[in-house]
């Protein structure tokens, strides 16, 4: 060994040392740690995730701790390409935490042990702000991926508290820890917007943009508008991944970075392609990702998520002898042993067949009485909707003076019953009771309708006139009681010549 050349320990790096007992310099042991600290670097270097079909890899190192962006319209690949990602570096033993806007990230659980925590209960575990702590305490210290699922949160404020604190947590205990750990995170327009960022949490995010690499704490973002998202944050981020865009100011901003051949480009990509940019290596390439491993939970429900067989039987569910919707009708049941008549055979659309009809018309007086009750007004049975406030109040003007004319009717019955009281009280127990079955059997009448004859309906009242209602919200409050008004009076008359036939029904023809 050359008497100028100093020693380095085999350890260290260097050659043997033939004399016992020799003990290194400062200056050898700062070289031999040098050179231990250029292995391993280089050795985190050759570390790489495979993402597209061609087999392109990348640096772990720099998605680890680096800054990303990744971002394409719905349905062009984005989540895909966070997925492959993810699952590569889940696969290679490396943590990270999900900030899953959608609950579309569940999926991952297939293959890989990850604590999904969130604020419903298809979540692992249910957590609030409080929480926040824990979470960031398993995630980086104990080593345990996160999916921080907020899409259970209807307080849009709870959620942002809850991503707030458990990055603040995440990004002290880096300080200490000092490891690779990723955080991705989903709609960063939401939390890190171009315009009003003056958030908590925006701050937040754009100090970790600046200052978390230093602590190896990467961050990626995702989002459908690159234009709504802060653009301090993406002229930082280190590698960005563009799948197909076609809004106008999205264009825009892919063509800053891009270049404007590369953004056209972009309007006409496929699901999975997009232009993947590299800071490392100063590259742009046009790729496709592969498929992600693990169930697509973000994917759009297609048809095929219908079952034909499952509305089988709903009718009967749900008029079971239990449930209220079950009125005890006869005439509402259909057979399943029979089939139901087409419409070219009858007419099915009315619900009447011909021994339904020879039933109906074998009694003329109710004929007669139901006809009266629903003939159409003489305006020819227009619509309530297509008349104008005029209309309408001519309308209720005829609706009362049918009323008047018919309650004159049965004034007229009334006086013509207390003339005779010794028939009318011998016959009306017995068959009022028998004229109710009686026109229950003709048509199905409901039991609040169909009662004693000598119960005569009550009027509508017609509407008061409000002082308070002026403009179009008046008119159209206006326009609204005269045509429940309308209805009333059109259900008061069905009442009414019911009564009527009733009272023809028990005998009392005078």
């Known amino acids: 060994m050359n008497a100028t050349e100093p020693h380095v320990p085999r350890r260290y790096g260097g050659r043997p040392d033939n004399r016992r007992g020799g003990a290194p310099s400062t200056q050898?042991?700062?070289?031999?740690?040098?050179?231990?600290?250029?292995r391993m670097a280089q050795e985190e270097r050759e570390q790489h995730i495979v993402v597209t079909e061609d087999g392109r890899a990348l640096p772990t190192v720099e998605i680890l701790t680096g800054r990303?962006?990744?971002?394409?319209?719905?349905?062009?690949?984005?989540?895909?390409?966070?997925?492959?990602?993810?699952?590569?570096?889940?696969?290679?033993?490396?943590?990270?935490?999900?900030?899953?806007?959608?609950?579309?990230?569940?999926?991952?659980?297939?293959?890989?042990?990850?604590?999904?925590?969130?604020?419903?209960?298809?979540?692992?575990?249910?957590?609030?702000?409080?929480?926040?702590?824990?979470?960031?305490?398993?995630?980086?210290?104990?080593?345990?991926?996160?999916?921080l699922d907020v899409s259970g949160y209807f307080d849009g404020e709870e959620a942002e508290t809850l991503i707030h604190d458990v990055v603040a947590h995440l990004f002290r205990k880096e300080k200490r820890e000092r490891k690779p750990f990723l955080l991705l995170i989903e709609e960063m327009q939401e939390y890190l917007p171009q315009s009003g960022g003056g958030t908590d949490l925006a701050k937040l995010l754009k100090r970790i943009g600046k200052r978390g690499r230093k602590r190896g704490f990467g961050i990626c973002g995702m989002s459908q508008r690159p234009s709504s998202v802060?653009?301090?944050?993406?002229?930082?981020?280190?590698?960005?991944?563009?799948?197909?865009?076609?809004?106008?100011?999205?264009?825009?901003?892919?063509?800053?970075?891009?270049?404007?051949?590369?953004?056209?480009?972009?309007?006409?990509?496929?699901?999975?392609?997009?232009?993947?940019?590299?800071?490392?290596?100063?590259?742009?390439?046009?790729?496709?990702?592969?498929?992600?491993?693990?169930?697509?939970?973000?994917?759009?429900?297609?048809?095929?998520?219908?079952?034909?067989?499952?509305?089988?039987?709903?009718?009967?569910?749900?008029?079971?002898?239990?449930?209220?919707l079950d009125t005890g009708s006869e005439t509402a049941h259909v057979d399943s042993d029979h089939d139901a008549p087409s419409c070219a055979d009858s007419d099915w659309g009315t619900g009447s067949t011909a021994d339904e009809q020879m039933t109906v018309t074998s009694n003329p007086d109710l004929d007669?009485?139901?006809?009266?009750a629903t003939a159409p007004d003489s305006d020819g049975g227009r619509a309530l909707d297509s008349m104008d406030s005029t209309e309408l109040e001519a309308a209720v003007e005829r609706e009362q003076q049918r009323n008047r004319a018919l309650e004159n009717e049965v004034a007229e019955l009334r006086a013509s019953q207390n003339e005779h009281p010794a028939a009318g009280d011998t016959s009306t127990d017995s068959t009022s009771t028998d004229a109710g079955s009686r026109a229950r059997r003709v048509i199905d009448i409901p039991n609040d309708i169909v009662s004693s004859p000598r119960q005569r309906p009550t009027p509508p009242t017609p509407p008061a006139t409000a002082e308070d209602r002026t403009g179009v919200g008046g008119v159209v409050a206006e326009v609204g009681d005269l045509s429940l008004f309308l209805l009333r009076s059109l259900g008061y008359r069905l009442r009414l010549g019911s009564y009527l036939l009733r009272r023809r029904l028990a005998g009392d023809d005078r």
């Open 28 to 38: 050898d042991l700062y070289r031999g740690g040098v050179n231990q600290s250029s």
């Open 68 to 147: 990303g962006f990744i971002t394409g319209k719905s349905g062009s690949g984005k989540s895909n390409t966070a997925s492959v990602i993810t699952e590569q570096l889940l696969t290679d033993g490396f943590n990270l935490l999900i900030v899953d806007t959608e609950g579309e990230y569940y999926g991952l659980k297939e293959r890989f042990e990850v604590l999904h925590v969130g604020a419903d209960e298809f979540c692992d575990v249910e957590v609030a702000p409080d929480d926040a702590e824990s979470i960031a305490e398993a995630a980086l210290v104990e080593n345990v991926p996160v999916i």
């Open 368 to 372: 007669e009485a139901v006809a009266d």
């Open 230 to 324: 802060d653009k301090d944050f993406i002229t930082q981020c280190d590698w960005l991944v563009w799948h197909r865009l076609t809004w106008k100011n999205d264009v825009s901003i892919a063509g800053d970075v891009l270049g404007s051949e590369r953004a056209d480009l972009i309007q006409d990509f496929d699901a999975g392609e997009g232009f993947l940019l590299t800071d490392w290596d100063d590259s742009v390439d046009r790729v496709q990702f592969r498929r992600k491993a693990t169930h697509d939970a973000g994917a759009t429900p297609g048809l095929d998520s219908y079952d034909s067989s499952a509305g089988n039987g709903a009718a009967d569910a749900l008029l079971t002898e239990e449930s209220p």
